[in-house]
């Protein structure tokens, strides 16, 4: 890839932390950042898309968002690996829970993120890849919400291309929802596959861990200020996964 700056990071490698935390919208990066960071800085600004490094708990940490979905994701991911020199993204969002046994506020760690997307075409596979995350990161993730007591649940992600996919138009035995929900998809979400096929393909670490911000079964949601600053639960935890990363020896 090119050098830095690159057309939507405005910035150089050392302004960015090992781990860099990616919520899609930016006004939650800013949030995290004036609320959890210490000493945060913004580091990137480019279409308004924020990035800030500061220090949580004595260790270096940034926070960047991503965008919505995998093409956006796509693009922030692989330039943090690829051309910053990123080891780890933690994507912090919402998904839609496809289960009933979910809770609004729960937690969900993608083990796996399948996808109706076809952006694994454009790494000319000779079949089907399955997106997954780093175990490294999911060990970690685990560890620290069974000491937090935190309701959660690991398993497979969706990530869809569309938000609005008007299945209430279609009859029954053609919506796609019923088929994921058998093949136990916990929920869905839009970025975590691309995601997780970037950090294959750069040999870097990735773990999505979503908030249920939408029970689709029975047809809860959060409210859009909910969304923003609600999540303070997910968001602490990967601030916890990246202090104790930044402190591993090299």
């Known amino acids: 890839m090119a050098g830095y700056p690159t057309p939507h990071i405005k910035a150089k490698p050392e302004d960015f932390a090992k781990t860099v935390l990616m919520p899609g919208d930016p006004l939650r990066s800013r949030f995290i950042a004036n609320t959890f960071l210490e000493d945060a800085r913004l580091v990137n600004n480019v279409r308004g898309v924020e990035g800030y490094t500061g220090m949580y708990k004595g260790r270096r940490v940034s926070v960047m968002a991503s965008g919505m979905g995998i093409p956006s ?68 993730a685990t560890d620290l919400l069974e000491k937090s007591g935190a309701s959660y649940a690991v398993g497979s992600l969706l990530s869809s291309d569309a938000f609005y996919t008007f299945e209430d138009e279609l009859p029954p035995e053609m919506r796609s929802t019923p088929a994921w929900q058998r093949m136990g998809i916990l929920a869905v979400d839009m970025e975590a596959a691309g995601l997780y096929m970037n950090a294959a393909r750069a040999g870097k670490n990735a773990l999505a861990i979503c908030t249920v911000s939408d029970q689709l079964v029975t047809d809860e949601h959060l409210s859009a200020a909910d969304r923003e600053t609600g999540f303070s639960e997910m968001v602490t935890l990967a601030l916890d996964m990246a202090a104790e990363l930044d402190g591993e020896k090299d």
């Open 73 to 140: 994701m796509a693009i922030y991911s692989n330039e943090l690996y690829n051309v910053f020199g990123v080891e780890n993204i933690i994507r912090i969002g919402s998904a839609g829970a496809m289960q009933p046994g979910l809770r609004l506020r729960d937690i969900v760690v993608a083990l796996g993120a399948s996808t109706d997307s076809d952006y694994a075409k454009t790494f000319h596979l000779p079949g089907t890849f399955a997106p997954v995350c780093s175990y490294k990161l999911l060990r970690l």
